[in-house]
């Protein structure tokens, strides 16, 4: 089974930024989690700070099984984004790692939820444990 983790904008400056809100993990360690939880999974795992680059990459993800995004800020308002991840064809989930509709009111709205198998906040490094069980029990249902 191979599942794609894309980490959007800020994602690499995990464990410095805001650990009170988003854990003291680093990006790499959530990735190091995943791989260890999970060893039955060819993980690939990118991250950009470039809308463009994640437009590219959702749209080459046809050989992947699952995929799992968290966009950071580009949840909010990117539609182009939206756009890409509606037209992934694998079961796909959304993670955040802080409970979005409990920050401030722009967080809120998140753009690629409704089209999202899975959908997990505010569990820190575990939203990205949760999405993958429930994801990895949809591919096999």
């Known amino acids: 089974m191979k599942c794609l983790v894309v ?11 805001n650990p009170d809100v988003y854990g003291s993990f680093t990006m790499q360690d959530i990735n190091q989690l995943l791989a260890e939880t999970y060893p039955e999974v060819d993980f690939t795992f990118y991250q950009s700070n470039h ?5 590219d990459l959702l749209q080459g993800s046809d050989e992947y099984n699952m995929l799992v995004i968290n966009a950071g800020g580009l949840s909010h308002y990117s539609v182009s984004l939206r756009d890409a991840f509606e037209l992934v064809t694998c079961k796909k989930a959304v993670v955040h790692l802080s409970d979005i509709e409990q920050r401030e009111s722009f967080r809120h709205i998140d753009l690629l939820k409704p089209l999202a198998d899975v959908y997990v906040k ?12 429930e994801l990895i029990e949809k591919h096999l249902h």
């Not at 980490?7 to 930024?17: S, T």
């Not at 809308?51 to 437009?55: M, S, T």
Request: glycine share 14%; aromatic share 4%; proline share 4%.
């Open 7 to 17: 980490h959007g904008p800020n994602l690499n400056m995990l464990g410095k930024r």
């Open 51 to 55: 809308e463009g680059a994640l437009i």
């Open 122 to 133: 505010g569990l820190k490094a575990q939203s990205y444990v949760l999405a993958i069980k």
